[in-house]
């Protein structure tokens, strides 16, 4: 059985991609394992889908003053060893990496072994960890044409993000009934990430009201974010976190506003969901979540809004011009050859497995 090795972690978006492409993987004959960090997000995600999980050490890498700094380089040493060592005795056809600083270990243990490794950069400039790990892989599959620039030209290729499969078939009547909406009547989605976003929440619910006249309103405004206060809104539901129902609220949502992570992104271009996007402004991130608006932004696939100049008047016309314009988005959406990402991947996972396997059969 061809075996791989997965890894990747920290937060959602450096493992929920591997997931997407599990199902499409195990379709196709591979046994697939997982080395994480030991106390990672990512090791209760993995585990529960009953994947072979193994942990390694590893250590950030941060940009600022830390007294880690002085100790983490050698749980990075201790990792590539760990890795070293358990790569040798799994002995995948390849291993895929989905970045985070766990996966800094692990592709040097596979090079270290001979294993070819097949990295992914979701946003649009490589991050720390893949910037690390770029001279050790064979492949690095991009999410975003203008990341190709930033990367080797005989490693790149533009493949797209995976989305999980599940998303795609979200039912419009459970999300409708999820939420207690009727039918007769448009759905925004407001997402604000993973945790929320006080400054979208709070202008969202500034102009709740005047939103309420058009749209009934689902808002995932992230744990320790819902105003019970609220809930006398009629077409107004609020949710700290959604999982299983996800896809089925997708389904229901005519269009989105959301924060500017890729993993998102690309699901809203998959499901063709017009969107509005206010990036996370760069004092709070790297910047990555406004070349990553940009980008869509480029391709028609969204509308924009910078967090340091919106304000409410604003966010309601822009609202309602997504929603006249809707068919214009979902038009450009529906053009585009990033939305099968999960093939795109596998392709390049497979083709650098039976590079490595030719190879071997000529020495």
């Not at 009201?209 to 689902?218: E, G, K, R, S, W």
């Not at 271009?269 to 608006?293: E, F, T, V």
Request: hydrophobic residues 40%; contains cysteine; positive net charge.
């Amino acid at each position: 059985m061809k075996r791989i090795v997965l890894t990747g972690g920290g937060t959602a978006g450096h493992v929920m991609p591997n997931l997407a492409l599990l199902p499409k993987l195990r379709q196709r004959g591979w046994e697939v394992l997982y080395i994480g960090s030991y106390d990672g997000m990512e090791r209760a995600l993995i585990e529960e889908r009953q994947i072979p999980y193994y942990p390694v050490a590893t250590g950030k890498f941060r940009r600022y003053l830390s007294a880690q700094n002085l100790t983490d380089p050698f749980r990075v040493i201790k990792g590539v060893f760990q890795s070293y060592r358990l790569l040798k005795e799994l002995r995948p056809q390849v291993v895929f990496s989905k970045g985070g600083f766990v996966a800094v270990p692990v592709t040097i243990g596979a090079w270290l072994n001979g294993i070819p490794v097949v990295l992914h950069e979701s946003d649009l400039t490589p991050g720390l960890a893949n910037r690390l790990a770029l001279p050790f892989a064979t492949a690095v599959c991009a999410t975003f044409p203008e990341t190709m620039k930033y990367l080797p030209e005989n490693k790149g290729v533009l493949t797209g993000n995976p989305i999980r499969p599940e998303l795609l078939n979200g039912s419009k009547e459970e999300g409708l009934k999820i939420c207690g909406f009727t039918p007769d009547k448009p759905v925004l989605l407001v997402m604000g990430g993973s945790l929320g976003s006080v400054t979208i929440n709070k202008l969202i619910r500034a102009i709740l009201p005047d939103l309420l006249l058009q749209f009934q309103v689902a808002h995932i405004c992230g744990q320790g974010n819902v105003d019970p206060n609220l809930d006398r809104y009629k077409g107004y539901k609020q949710f700290s976190f959604v999982g299983p129902e996800l896809p089925h609220i997708l389904a229901a949502a005519d269009i989105c506003v959301s924060r500017a992570g890729a993993n998102f992104l690309f699901e809203l271009l998959a499901l063709k969901k017009p969107h509005l996007l206010i990036p996370l402004p760069k004092g709070a991130s790297r910047g990555d979540q406004i070349l990553n608006a940009q980008s869509f932004k480029g391709q028609n696939f969204s509308m924009v809004l910078y967090e340091e100049e919106i304000n409410e008047t604003l966010l309601k016309k822009q609202i309602a011009l997504l929603y006249q314009n809707r068919e214009d988005y979902i038009k450009a959406m529906r053009e585009s050859n990033l939305a099968d990402a999960a093939s795109e991947v596998i392709r390049v996972i497979e083709e650098t497995a039976r590079a490595r396997s030719v190879r071997a059969r000529k020495k």
